[in-house]
T-cell receptor, first 112, second 110 residues
Framework: SQTIHQWPATLVQPVGSPLSLECTVE??????LYWYRQAAGRGLQLLFY??????ISSEVPQNLSASRPQDRQFILSSKKLLLSDSGFYLC???????????FGPGTRLLVL | GQQLNQSPQSMFIQEGEDVSMNCTSS?????WLWYKQDPGEGPVLLIA?????ELTSNGRLTAQFGTTRKDSFLNISASIPSDVGIYFC??????????FGTGTSLTVIP
């Protein structure tokens, strides 16, 4: 069966510090991968999606970037965090049909 | 941008009551999905609907794909405390455009 992991589960970072959140998927190959941000427990905003290694599309301009160095690994990064980057970050995957999208457990980020 | 409107925004109900929520759009969708998110966790897919008029059940949950293809409904019968969470609709349009609703927060009072 397929599983999706995210770490860390929780992170507190000072403003201006770098960020690296990792997402990995097991039990499948060539998945589409997604990063979402959820503010205040409501609404999901799509940040990035990837259809393959080193193929990243950005949905909204922001202080964040994404990379996919391996087929089942998706990384969300920032060089300098802003207060507004706080939120709940969710990674998701599917097999190319959006209706079968599965979410990871999420990373809660607090920027102080 | 956001194209799905979910209502109600929040609900407070007594255990054992039935729950109804809906998701509407001005656009036509080809697929409707309903997710539930428990506090501090990622959303989990509950029901997927692929055809206008389709009615699908998953235990005490029943969802329907509206005949106009612009809306969908989710009903929960005989609510229990573990039903608490945020319920999201999501829709898929032609061209693989995917949108999430704003969510309905459900609180079940024992």
């Amino acid at each position: 069966s397929q599983t999706i992991h995210q770490w860390p589960a929780t992170l507190v970072q000072p403003v201006g510090s770098p960020l690296s959140l990792e997402c990995t998927v097991e039990g499948t190959s060539n998945p589409n991968l997604y990063w979402y941000r959820q503010a205040a427990g409501r609404g999901l905003q799509l940040l990035f999606y990837s259809i393959g290694i080193d193929q990243i599309s950005s949905e909204v301009p922001q202080n964040l970037s994404a990379s996919r160095p391996q087929d089942r690994q998706f990384i969300l990064s920032s060089k300098k965090l802003l207060l507004s980057d706080s939120g709940f970050y969710l990674c998701a995957w599917d097999r190319g049909r959006r209706e079968t999208q599965y979410f990871g457990p999420g990373t809660r980020l607090l920027v102080l | 941008g956001q194209q799905l409107n979910q209502s109600p925004q929040s609900m407070f109900i007594q255990e054992g009551e039935d729950v109804s929520m809906n998701c509407t759009s001005s656009s036509i969708f080809n697929t409707w999905l309903w997710y539930k998110q428990d506090p501090g966790e990622g959303p989990v897919l509950l029901i997927a609907l692929y055809k206008a008029g389709e009615l699908t059940s998953n235990g005490r949950l029943t969802a329907q794909f509206g005949t106009t293809r612009k809306d969908s409904f989710l009903n929960i019968s005989a609510s229990i405390p573990s039903d608490v969470g945020i319920y999201f609709c999501a829709g898929l349009k032609t061209g693989n455009q995917f949108y999430f609703g704003t969510g309905t927060s459900l609180t079940v009072i024992p």
